[in-house]
């Protein structure tokens, strides 16, 4: 025995189909979606201080506040820079545990606070 389908049963199938039309056509396009996510910074806060990242940021820290480098020498962790009559210098060494230390010492410099400027134009480069 054969049924016959109505006007009103087509309609009401209607919705059904468009609905998983929808669904199929959502789930085709959502993948295609792109999520960019930005560069990471060249300096991570917080980072270990390697021997070159902070020779290179003692002598750019001097090149900030104005001296004119004179020697630069990488093997002796030697950096010295000349403002005026004064000389500043720059000591990087490598310790046995690992970490760096660098030291500013300025002789004959009339301006007194040039110091700390180097000391904290080193630590921005350093991320810090």
Known sequence: ???????MAR????????AAWSAATLLTVLPACT???PATPTVV????ASFDRS?????????????????????SGTIVGKVGS??????VRQLADGSVRVQFDASG???AGLINRV?????????R
């Open 86 to 91: 004064g000389t500043v210098t720059a000591s």
């Open 45 to 48: 806060p917080g980072a270990p």
């Open 1 to 7: 025995m054969m049924r016959r389908i109505g006007p």
């Open 11 to 18: 309609r009401c199938a209607r919705p059904a189909a468009l």
């Open 119 to 127: 000391s904290s134009s080193y630590d921005r480069r350093m991320g």
């Open 55 to 75: 020779f290179s940021a003692a002598a750019g820290a001097m090149r900030d506040q104005g001296l004119a480098i004179t020697s630069e020498d990488r093997n």
């Open 35 to 37: 999520y960019y996510v």
């Open 109 to 111: 410099v009339s301006d």
